[in-house]
């Protein structure tokens, strides 16, 4: 038997007995921000696409959404900071290496972009709108002229964004759970589908609606493909990640992760739009929320048990 | 030049007049520590192996810490010492989860805080203060590059190890054993 025994009594503050760095703000800003990195997307590839007109709520009134998300997630984030009065210095940095350096700069570019695509249709929201001044008019001539030049940096963009908020978690060895590169692109889906399920709860077209149904059951079977994946990676690695995966495996987070994420987040809102693409009448929201909430779980519970998650020192 | 040090851990004695030493030296906040004392003890009665190791930053040679870092406030100084520039952190903690070895904290004035060697010290030519202070001698400190220095010495010499060496991290932290 070995015991380990920190004879000198550390007790740092949100480090010991087991890290705790990171509370409410930082996955509640991966979901925000992964959110928006879903309908942005979707806005542009469709618009892209020139299916503007059949999926017209998708492409001009869910994005109005995004820079709301956003600007919550960035007050968020700012609350995390703890040495708050410095953060220009992210502005001030490029740092490669680094995906929070990657993701300040995306954040910079991004939020901008989504203020200009709803400003560019705020027509369908208020019929009257007038800009009132004459350089506004003029700029909004100039990126109507660049549109699609504009909906593609809003796609790049939204995928680095939606991507980022997982390899932020997968760049740290430090911690087990998190050093994953499935994260990536399980974090990407996960916003993809909330973004979808946005337009679900907002759209009122049939048709547009059914196809919001059809791709959300697409990207929850993707999430959960890559759920097994993640898993079956772990189970194969070292001891570290055998002991990260038995937090969700019979450990203290198997039943928030399996039931809210998994069965309410996942299963029963494919079930339920299974059955809404049949024969059956299903409030439409409902499947929508689900995804929503466990599109939110997922970070929450990944975040907190991530930093549960240690090397066997 | 690379700074390292060595720790013996059949000398140790757990007395953690070290971790006073620094908290004194580098007025670490009430509450807080920059280095640390761990007992392994490995076995069961009667037979049993105790080792003790003073613990801190590892400077490490693939420092996580580093390669986090959004503004670039931690970052390796002269000899490889890891060090965070006070007015360039944003204290996001993003350092702080990306360590193996949980050695920097927040300091609560907001900027991130961990074992800087004391290279206020060894500038001057002095050793680090945990090292100045310690009863039974048993930390080393020097230049790995200098064949001839204390730490280059007792590592050619004795058997030793690193902590979570399969982390990536390169730690220039040795334990002698």
């Known amino acids: ?313 | 030049m690379r700074y390292a040090m060595a720790v013996d851990t059949k000398k140790c004695v757990g007395c953690s007049d070290c971790v006073v030493a620094c908290q004194t030296e580098n007025s670490v906040p009430i509450g807080f520590c920059r280095d640390w004392v761990v007992e392994t003890t490995d076995g069961t009665y009667p037979q049993l192996q105790t080792e003790i190791r003073s613990e801190r930053c590892n400077h490490c040679v693939n420092a996580p810490c580093v390669r986090c870092c959004p503004t670039g406030a931690s970052h390796y100084a002269e000899g490889g010492i890891v060090l965070v520039a006070h007015d360039k952190c944003i204290g996001c903690g993003a350092c702080i989860a990306s360590c193996p070895y949980d050695a920097r904290y927040a300091h609560p004035k907001g900027y991130v805080d961990k074992c800087t060697f004391c290279e206020h010290r060894i500038k001057v030519g002095m050793s680090p203060a945990c090292v100045a202070v310690c009863p039974t001698k048993c930390i080393y400190f020097g230049d790995l590059d200098d064949a001839n220095s204390n730490v280059s010495v007792v590592l050619k010499k004795r058997k030793h190890k690193t902590l979570i060496p399969e982390a990536g991290t390169n730690p220039q932290l040795y334990f002698l054993i």
């Open chain 1, 1 to 313: 038997m070995k015991e380990e025994l920190i004879v000198s009594g550390r007790m740092n503050h949100m480090v010991d007995p087991n890290l705790n760095i990171w509370h409410w703000q930082i996955p509640l800003y991966l979901f925000l921000g992964g959110m928006a990195a879903g309908i942005l997307c979707i806005a542009a590839l469709y618009y892209i696409r020139g299916r503007e007109n059949d999926y017209r709520t998708a492409v001009r009134i869910t994005p109005f959404l995004a820079p709301v998300l956003l600007v919550l997630g960035l007050v968020a984030l700012f609350i995390d900071l703890r040495h708050k009065l410095f953060f220009w210095q992210l502005y001030t940095n490029i740092r490669l290496q680094s995906p929070m350096s990657w993701g300040a700069w995306t954040l910079l570019v991004i939020t901008p972009v989504s203020f200009i695509w709803c400003a560019l249709h705020i027509r369908d929201l208020f019929p009257n709108w007038d800009w009132k001044y004459k350089w506004l008019k003029v700029l909004e001539e100039f990126f109507n002229k660049y549109k699609k030049a504009l909906a593609w940096v809003m796609l790049i963009y939204g995928i680095i964004l939606g991507v980022y908020t997982g390899i932020l978690l997968s760049a740290f060895n430090a911690r087990p759970l998190w050093n994953t590169s499935i994260l990536g692109p399980l974090f990407l889906a996960s916003g993809l589908s909330a973004g979808a399920a946005a337009t679900l709860i907002l759209s009122k077209d049939k048709e547009e609606r059914k196809q919001f149904a059809r791709i959300d059951l697409v990207i929850i079977g993707i999430e959960l493909f890559l759920i097994i994946h993640m898993f079956m990676g772990f189970l194969a690695s070292t001891q570290v990640q055998i002991d990260a995966a038995k937090m969700f495996l019979g450990g203290s987070y198997t039943m928030v992760f399996w039931i809210f994420v998994v069965i309410l987040g996942m299963l029963i809102p494919a079930l339920l739009e299974i059955m809404e693409l049949g024969k059956y009448h299903i409030p439409g929201i409902l499947p929508a929320i689900l995804v929503i909430f466990g599109s939110f779980m997922l970070r929450f519970v990944i975040v907190y048990a991530g930093q549960m998650s240690r090397w066997l020192y």
